[in-house]
């Protein structure tokens, strides 16, 4: 079955530093990679996804992930936190090169900024 | 707002009752998810339907639960005989054909 690891659970970093969100994928076929955020009190919200093409991807408010096929991941990343990104990150797949198709979420990761 | 939105956002119930949460996706979406998330997890599928054909349901989905979408607009997800275990956000989410997934608020149910 279709899985998806997100490494880190939760992580605490100060406004400034830079941050790295694992995520790995266990399935080999064509994928679709998406990255989710979900701030407190508020619904899902899609941060940046990729389909094909270019791997590295930029989405909003600064962020950005690299899809590296030989290994199964697609990891997020952005330079410099701010507070505001407080939030649970959730990396999701669906297979195929149709979108449209039932998402496979990670555990998520629930970052905490420090002002 | 031409978000998802699901009603109602909260629901408490005692074990046993049956239990209706309904979505309304974003008007243009043929395509409208059905999945649940648990304290810590991520979202985990339970089903699917592409205009009013329900393509994919998981082994999540057991026989107490049903989901429909009879004019392919909104849909409702029934729990019948609800137990503790149920107890869970709902989130629906829709899509067009071939892109991103757009979720609503979810429905969280507590059954007591």
């Known amino acids: 079955a279709q899985s998806v690891s997100q490494h880190n659970h939760h992580v605490i970093l100060s406004e400034a530093a830079s941050l790295e969100l694992g995520c790995n994928y266990s399935?080999?076929?064509?994928?679709?990679l998406f990255w989710y955020v979900q701030y407190p009190g508020q619904h899902l919200q899609l941060l940046l996804k990729?389909?094909?093409?270019?791997?590295l991807v930029k989405g909003i408010k600064g962020f950005e992930a690299e899809f590296i096929k030989s290994k199964f991941s697609f990891n997020l990343r952005k330079p410099s936190v701010q507070w505001s990104d407080t939030a649970e990150y959730f990396c999701?797949?669906?297979?195929?090169?149709?979108?449209?198709?039932?998402?496979?979420f990670g555990g998520g990761t629930r970052l905490m900024v420090k002002p | 707002d031409t978000g998802v939105s699901q009603n109602p956002r909260h629901k408490i119930t005692k074990r046993g009752q049956n239990v209706t949460f309904r979505c309304d996706p974003i008007?243009?979406?043929?395509?409208l998810y059905w999945y649940r998330q648990t304290l810590g997890q991520g979202p985990e599928f339970l089903t699917y339907?592409?205009?009013?054909?329900?393509?994919?349901k998981s082994r999540l989905l057991s026989d107490r639960f049903s989901a429909e979408r009879p004019k392919g607009s909104f849909s409702t997800l029934e729990i019948q005989r609800t137990e503790q275990g149920d107890s869970a956000m709902y989130l629906c989410?829709?899509?067009?054909?071939?892109?991103?997934?757009?979720f609503g608020p979810g429905t969280r149910l507590t059954v007591t």
């Open positions: 990729y389909f094909s093409g270019d791997p």
């Open positions: 008007s243009e979406h043929n395509r």
């Open positions: 399935y080999g076929g064509t994928v679709n």
């Open positions: 989410a829709s899509s067009s054909q071939t892109y991103e997934q757009y």
């Open positions: 339907f592409q205009n009013e054909a329900q393509l994919e």
């Open positions: 999701a797949v669906n297979r195929g090169r149709n979108a449209g198709n039932m998402l496979t």
